[in-house]
């Protein structure tokens, strides 16, 4: 029976100030009975499809129930059948937790059985049980997940739909990659898990306990990032369950069950406070076991002014539901003794108008909401650029560093400093600050990816410089010379440089140790909290008409263009930290109080337990310095580069002569790089004594995009990378990004990565990464040097709205194409730089997106080149098949340029992908046929 119900309820939808017109629907019909018997039995999970035409409800079994009967009176009486399908997988015990796929094509669930199982719709009629009394119309598989050894409580599908994390009774969080059906991380309570929930950002995943806890986690590397339990002191932990949720802005974790001055609340714990309890939902007078946050975000005046806000609904022990919104501080629904039990579980639809709620009593009920009651509903496009504007991106994501307020935005786009590198660094003194003159140098963060510092950078061009115009009697245009000084600022690689009145006090209680920078690859970590990048762009050079000792004009033609980058300039005092147990800092200081030389001069000393190791003097002021547990280097204004040993100060090679000042120097692992002024590049391998690139020009690399130098680096086999940022035109768009690699062998600098490559940018992979990558960028033998490429040039992980649209007016057959050649640019990188995991990862990714086009031309020619001699095949398949083969003069068992991974075992991992395509079963048993000959005696 279906109750419309508009004003017996008490209060009201303070939203609009007027009389709510929701209708709330509780249908007899949908229930759940075990047995056969008459008694209802309690529903304990729920979940409205994406699509919203059907509803999942979990009790003893799983039934899929029509929505429109619910709502319409004349859907109800109608013959159409009011129950989909009635899915028994969990055996014994009930279902405890339901959630559709974002998609909606797979429905997950977690039972006493201590299993997960992620259903999927089979074509065709159900098969009929026997003494079965309701009939299915739809036909259901499962894929079942082993891990948990005790219930399992709940369960939530990340943002992309890729992975999917479960919690249980065992005090574990499994979190599950789907399509290779393993578990990709295990996280720890210390006590029964009973809620778990995504940041819709994508960045955390929140789990909440009986151990009084919520636990957020990391999910790029499933790090513990936060643990909240102040909220939570006070209550039992006893709840049934605990159904956290996240905000659809992202901003605030909802959690269940807490308790302030003995009454149940639930508390908010806010993003931009490092998810500190903010403020709490105050009504219900019994333990809250469920929230869950409304997908769609609304708008509202609140004294003229339009505000974005963000709808919560919340059940709990007193048979109550509640629906609040982050504009106000009263809830604006309120609905009393909807249920005669307990409120188990939540669900809103996609458009957020429709909440679904069942309870123990065994019923279900329905509130529809007509447009504008709850606010005005905000396009998702509206969605994205609230998420831009307050995250920086509108992105979805499993690993790269984000802003997290917009406040550190605005920032960034006024000064374009890069921020901290973690919030967990305390903050340098007042003291400190105090003791510094006005100039002050910038800092770079330090991160163990020698990459991230250029995901969070935004390169800004140098001020063009104005030049006094005059003109002679004669008419003839004079040009006034100007003098063009690089502003003081600290080098990126280097760090911060933090100037004192009193040199020689600088550790042991000083205020300047407080202020440290350096180099987080060379080993180096910031201590500071304001830590920003230093930039270094060029300035060009036009040459023009010159005259030769002999007195011959040269003509030099106007497009040759010089580049010349920013000099950096000494600072009076400098401490650097170096890691290592026990921690040391390096101290520099500049001074002129030397007895013999009228010139500063440079001392270098190194600190541990606040006590010196060693010291060197230099005869030049330092100006830059890098290093790491093995090796320390400093470059002096004159252009000299100084090597020495890390335990014992002594010197390596005596100083290295590049006759050019240093603007950037980074020691990587054994590696010393350092990029002179004029845009020259030298690299030298420290233990063997060698030079791998001397000289090497970069200019071409900035002369192609009219851009700046970023930051370099090393990866793969001696490689050097160099980012170059475009320079920034009248739009506002992001600037692009470029990577750029030296292969010794071809003499050549190879574009690793784009941040703005047009037919990239329209693959299917672009953003959301194939499930075989972050498999592979998740695992410890990963190198992670394309993942670290890929923050190199700071590309984001989900597409924005913009890009959406854009690819939805895309036909399939250019869709295809651009992620066919994304996906082979990123085979021939991980070649380019030999890294062997994310070679397989992106080769993988390539046979799966095949596989699901059913494109078995292409598959057969890979499975047939990776298989071997055509000796093999010759007596299973056709001798055309075979001739393929044979026309090569050379089959090697490895594959080219990774000597350590064969080709036949590659193939094994070759063929459990495809066999993910049914209609290609064929195909993979006849080269499981072909491999098993392979191993037999003679082969």
Known sequence: VAVALCTSWPPVCVLLRCRPAMKVVKPAWVCHKAGGGRAACPIYAVDVHPGAGKVATGSQEIKIWSVSHMLSSFAEASDSPKLLAKLSGHDPGPVNALRWSPSGRELASGGDDHLVLVWHQKSGPPPKQLGETEESVEHWGFVTFRGHDQDVLGVEWSPDGSNLASCSVDNRVFVWNVARREPIAQLQHDGHVRGVCWDPIGKYLASQGNDKAVKVWNTATWQLDSTVTKPFEESTGNAFFQRLTWTADGLYIMTAEGKKNGVAVASCLSREDNFAPSMSLVGHSAPILCLRSNPAMFATKIKGKERLHCCVAVGGEDCCVSIWATALKRPAVTLHELFDDAVMDLSWDQKGLLLCAVSRDGSLALLQFEDEELGRRISLQEQEDARRATYGAASIRSGAALPETAAQVQLERAVAPKPAASPSHPVGTAAAAATAPPRQPTQTPATADPFAVLSRATPTAPAPVRQLETRTKAGVRRIQPTLIRAPSETLHSGGTAATASAPHQLLAGSPLSQRVLSRGHSGLQPLSDDVTAAKMPFRRQHSKRRRTSSGEALDIDNDVVLYRLRAKEPEDVAVFKLQGDPPMAVEVCNTDKFPTSPQRIGKLALIRDSAELWHVLLPKQIVDVCG????????????????????????????????????????????????????????????????????????????????????????????????????????????????????????????????????????????????????????????????????????????????????????????????????????????????????????????RYLASLGNRDELDKLCLELLGPPEVLTSTIELADAAVLSASSAWSPTVDGFPTMGKRELLCSVLEVIASNRNLQRLVEMYQQLLESCHKPGF
């Open 628 to 847: 790491n547990a093995s090796f320390l280097a400093a470059s002096s204004e004159c252009g000299n580069v100084h090597c020495f040993s890390t335990d014992d100060g002594r010197r390596i090679l005596p100083p290295v002569c590049l006759g050019m000042p240093i603007a950037s120097l980074r020691i990587v692992g054994n590696q010393l790089l350092a990029v002179t002024v004029v845009a020259e590049l030298y690299m030298w391998n420290l233990k063997e004594m060698r030079a791998i690139h001397s000289r090497l020009p970069i200019s071409p690399l900035l002369a192609d995009h009219n851009g700046h130098l970023v930051d370099v680096c090393v990866v793969g086999n001696d490689m050097p990378v160099v980012s170059v940022a475009a320079a920034q035109d009248r739009s506002s768009r992001p600037h692009a990004v470029r990577a750029y690699g030296y292969n010794a062998a071809l003499r050549a600098w190879l574009e690793l990565a784009d941040s703005h490559n047009a037919v990239h940018l329209s693959s299917e992979f672009y953003s959301a990464l194939p499930p075989d990558v972050t498999q592979a960028w998740g695992s410890p033998a990963s190198d992670r040097a394309l993942a670290s490429l890929r923050s190199f040039v700071a590309l984001p992980t989900v597409s924005g709205a913009h890009r959406v649209a854009a690819l939805l007016q895309m036909g399939q057959e250019e869709k295809v194409d651009a992620t066919l050649a994304h996906l082979d640019t990123q085979l021939a990188c991980a070649r380019a730089i030999a890294s062997t995991e994310e070679y397989k990862a992106w080769l993988l990714a390539r046979v």
